[in-house]
């Protein structure tokens, strides 16, 4: 994005600065923001991923990461938030890929709901990402406004930082998977609500519900309809060692089944 600059932070008042950005896009209670001050000064003195992006010199987004396993190898990115569109995001990811690869990391990892369609396809076609794994009520009960209400399944993203297709995204190029004609179709939105399909195909589209945060403020009903009949169906695929291959046309997972 033109204009935006990002960089490490360190002292108190930057951080003070995230939690105050990272609690307003989570809407969260006064003194509950996604993460500490006290927390991130920890992490950023350690030398950890602690990050922050600014456009005509005002903090619009933020991105928080630490050191995970495999050791020497491996970033484990916590939170990423931005107030305002238009490549904020994008721009934070392309430096935290940057800031890895300096230091000899391969791969750069993040949990995130699975539900919301934007996301999905963010870090599956923007990026290259893959799910690797389903984590049911990952974080337990959720207090903030995004996520109140429901449960707090999450996928853990995989991003392989050296794969072709990777460096072709971070250089603009979004990742597209093919969908062969005989693809089943495992989810389907109809009307808001989801219905089952087949999973018998050697690959399966997982549709997803245009605004999950939505449903969870108009129809709690439907939204906690989608979040147990994506855990039995994307659940249990991956369960299965299916793997999750590309996200298509912004509203289905592709998923392709083990021979």
């Known amino acids: 994005m033109t204009g935006v600059r990002i960089r490490e932070l360190h002292r108190i008042e930057e951080l003070a600065e995230v939690y105050r950005l990272l609690g307003e896009i989570w809407r969260a209670e006064p003194g509950s923001a996604p993460i500490s001050v006290e927390l991130m000064r920890a992490l950023s003195h350690a030398g950890n991923y602690l990050t922050g992006a600014y456009l005509d010199g005002r903090m619009v987004g933020a991105s928080v990461g630490f050191l995970a396993a495999p050791v020497g190898r491996a970033l484990h990115s916590h939170i990423t938030g931005t107030t305002v569109a238009?490549?904020?995001?994008?721009?934070?990811?392309?430096?935290?890929?940057?800031?890895?690869?300096?230091?000899g990391l391969d791969t750069v990892t993040w949990t995130y709901d699975p539900l919301v369609r934007r996301n999905a396809h963010f870090n599956l076609a923007k990026l290259g990402a893959f799910p690797t794994e389903y984590l049911p009520s990952f974080y337990g009960v959720m207090g903030d406004a995004i996520n109140a209400g429901d449960e707090s399944d999450r996928v853990l993203a995989t991003w392989p930082l050296t794969a072709p297709h990777v460096a072709a995204a971070a250089a603009g190029a979004p990742y597209l998977v093919d969908v062969p004609a005989d693809a089943v179709v495992g989810l389907r939105d109809r009307d808001g609500l989801p219905v089952p399909g087949r999973t018998d195909g050697k690959v399966v589209l997982i549709d997803l519900p245009a605004d999950i945060e939505g449903?969870?403020?108009?129809?709690?009903?439907?939204?906690?309809?989608?979040?147990?009949?994506?855990?039995?169906?994307?659940?249990?695929?991956?369960?299965?060692?299916?793997?999750?291959?590309?996200?298509?046309?912004?509203?289905?997972?592709?998923?392709?089944l083990p021979d």
């Open 215 to 256: 449903l969870r403020r108009t129809d709690p009903g439907a939204a906690r309809a989608w979040r147990q009949a994506l855990r039995e169906v994307l659940g249990g695929l991956m369960a299965r060692d299916a793997r999750v291959v590309g996200f298509h046309r912004k509203s289905s997972y592709v998923v392709q």
């Open 86 to 103: 238009n490549g904020v995001g994008f721009a934070l990811k392309r430096h935290q890929r940057a800031w890895a690869l300096e230091r």
